[in-house]
């Protein structure tokens, strides 16, 4: 029995990360699909958003790359987020994640032959196949030109660009 659970499993969690990976960094093609979004608030203001699938941490990433994209492409040289939202679980990785349960139970019978009593102790173990779940992150950023300023959420464009950009690469 543990020579086929073992493979099936291993198949399952391959074809689960595959379809996690299959939608590449690019725009929102329609309303709830993954990619990015952005919309003018001011001349220098936009709020970005990515929305993905998998974990928190490259979805943000990937609207961190948008905005130091957009904030290039506007003829600016640094970003500031001024707000961040980000939707989505910690464990939203997803695959296959194991659990266990343990119970414990008992019962007694008094009967015409006789009484009876019985108590029991179970274990359980179980995988959960649904798979990733969607995530989102959304930047609030304000543009400018010239030096970054030195607070922590000001972000040199093109360093950004340069750092992130290999992970949008096909």
Same mark, same amino acid.
């Given at each position: 029995?543990?020579?086929?659970?073992?493979?099936?499993?291993?198949?399952?969690?391959?074809?689960?990360?595959?379809?996690?990976?299959?939608?590449?960094?690019?725009?929102?093609?329609?309303?709830? @699909?993954?990619? /990015?979004?952005?919309? #003018?608030?001011?001349?220098?203001?936009?709020? *970005?958003?990515? +929305?993905?699938? !998998?974990?928190?941490?490259?979805?943000?990433?990937?609207?961190?790359?948008?905005?130091?994209?957009?904030?290039?492409?506007?003829?600016?040289?640094?970003?500031?987020?001024?707000?961040?939202?980000?939707?989505?679980?910690?464990?939203?990785?997803?695959?296959?994640?194991?659990?266990?349960?343990?119970?414990?139970?008992?019962?007694?019978? @008094?009967?015409? /032959?006789?009484?009876? #009593?019985?108590?029991?102790?179970?274990?359980? *173990?179980?995988? +959960?196949?649904? !798979?990733?779940?969607?995530?989102?992150?959304?930047?609030?950023?304000?543009?400018?030109?010239?030096?970054?300023?030195?607070?922590?959420?000001?972000?040199?464009?093109?360093?950004?660009?340069?750092?992130?950009?290999?992970?949008?690469?096909?």
């Amino acid at each position: 029995m543990n020579r086929l659970i073992l493979p099936l499993t291993a198949a399952a969690g391959l074809a689960l990360s595959a379809c996690a990976s299959l939608a590449p960094y690019g725009p929102q093609m329609g309303a709830g @699909g993954q990619g /990015y979004a952005e919309q #003018r608030i001011e001349s220098n203001r936009f709020r *970005v958003t990515y +929305n993905g699938v !998998g974990a928190p941490g490259p979805v943000a990433d990937f609207a961190l790359l948008r905005a130091a994209e957009l904030t290039l492409a506007q003829g600016y040289d640094w970003f500031e987020v001024t707000q961040r939202w980000t939707d989505g679980r910690l464990d939203s990785a997803g695959g296959l994640r194991p659990s266990v349960s343990i119970g414990a139970g008992s019962s007694s019978y @008094g009967g015409r /032959y006789g009484s009876y #009593r019985s108590s029991g102790v179970g274990v359980g *173990v179980g995988l +959960n196949f649904s !798979g990733p779940s969607p995530t989102s992150t959304t930047l609030e950023v304000v543009m400018g030109n010239g030096e970054t300023p030195d607070r922590p959420n000001a972000y040199d464009a093109s360093d950004v660009r340069d750092s992130l950009g290999w992970r949008a690469a096909p």
